[in-house]
């Protein structure tokens, strides 16, 4: 990864006006209008990849300096697929205060900021201020990149399976960043029936040991099925099972859950349940894996929901505009779709367009986009 100059500076009047004198005339300018800033400098095509390394891919906590090869390869995918500037920042400390105050003073030399690798749930309570704080798009791609790309292959699987979102059951095994947003983003989608679990069961108000955010998750999900009880509890008879947690589930507890059922084991590099075993009591499996069909990999989602927000200026990134990156995802597979092809391949050039055009227009329905 290098920056580059987009202009030649070859010459003594190139010089002078790429940079002094001439450059003070630009400065002037948005010094009487910031808004020009978006006109004449890269700020609005520039992303903030910002961790402080404590959960880095599946290596967990291991610090910022270790974290920058996953932001510098982050930073190369925006440009790739989406055409968006990428600057990785690694912060040297965990304290939620610091990190907020960081990114905001940071944040006039941005058009948006991306959140990684974050561990929860100080992601969420990070995330959340920041977006109040903030006039440009905050982005936590574990949470919301995760999600995207699993509800347009859910809606493809579900059209494969002739079900409804409405009378889908649902089973979440993670309770963390991504298991969170993926709630939520089905929950606007239209699924009602959720159970998200972690290593104690089902995330539901009944239980004493709660933390906040999982205890306003459980008010969203189990609290309103009636889903109570162990992960087997959850699987009997479910729809569709969603791994972002790690661990093995049992072949006899898998066995148990609908006909029909669609599986996405998604921990790398070994899933929740292995694709040899998901197959025999599943139609439709996915992994986070290159190497299975249907990989659901994040860089579908975030280089075009970027690009969509900043061809717009958009002022945020809103749920809509999520489910409209998701559904513009699932069009792109059309008559194609098959049990092994429920999600675009990410060297799919559509991709990136067709995400950046759905967001956009999604940015301005909402009224978040100023362009």
Not at 218 to 227: H, S, V
Not at 240 to 260: F, H, L, N, Q, R
Not at 303 to 317: E, L, Q, Y
Request: glycine share 8%; with cysteine.
């Amino acid at each position: 990864m290098a920056t580059v100059p987009t202009a030649d500076v070859s010459t003594k009047d190139q010089l002078s006006l790429a940079y002094t004198p001439g450059v003070a005339e630009v400065c002037e300018a948005i010094a009487a209008d910031p808004e020009l800033t978006r006109h004449y400098t890269w700020v609005p095509n520039t992303v903030a990849i910002v961790t402080d390394g404590t959960a880095v891919l599946g290596l967990g906590d291991i610090g910022p300096a270790a974290a920058m090869p996953v932001m510098e390869g982050k930073a190369v995918l925006f440009k790739q697929f989406g055409g968006v500037d990428g600057i990785p920042i690694c912060l040297a400390t965990t304290d939620v205060e610091e990190i907020i105050e960081t990114v905001v003073r940071l944040a006039p030399s941005f058009g948006g900021i991306n959140l990684e690798d974050i561990s929860a749930p100080r992601c969420f309570e990070i995330e959340d201020r920041l977006k109040e704080a903030l006039d440009i798009p905050v982005f936590h791609d574990d949470q919301h990149g995760t999600a995207v790309v699993t509800l347009a292959a859910l809606v493809n699987a579900l059209k494969l399976t002739g079900r409804s979102a409405e009378s889908t059951r649902v089973v979440i095994s993670g309770a963390g960043a991504a298991g969170v947003a993926i709630a939520k983003i089905l929950l606007a989608a239209g699924i009602k029936d959720i159970a998200v679990t972690d290593r104690k069961g089902v995330v539901s108000s009944d239980r004493t040991d709660l933390t906040a955010s999982k205890k306003a998750l459980a008010e969203l999900t189990a609290d309103l099925c009636g889903r109570r009880g162990t992960l087997a509890d959850a699987f009997d008879g479910a729809d569709v099972y969603i791994g972002v947690s790690g661990g093995t589930v049992p072949e006899e507890v898998v066995a148990t859950m609908a006909d029909d059922a669609i599986i996405f084991a998604m921990a790398n590099p070994n899933p929740e349940v292995h694709p040899e075993v998901a197959h025999r009591h599943a139609r439709v499996v996915a992994t986070g894996r290159s190497d299975f069909p249907n990989q659901i990999n994040n860089v579908l989602a975030f280089p075009g929901i970027f690009r969509g927000a900043f061809d717009v200026h958009a002022s945020s990134i809103t749920e809509n505009m999520k489910v409209a990156a998701a559904d513009a995802l699932a069009a792109l597979v059309g008559d194609d779709l098959s049990e092994d092809f429920v999600i675009p391949s990410p060297f799919d050039p559509r991709v990136g367009p067709a995400v950046a055009a759905a967001v956009a227009e999604a940015a301005r329905r909402d009224g978040v986009a100023r362009a």
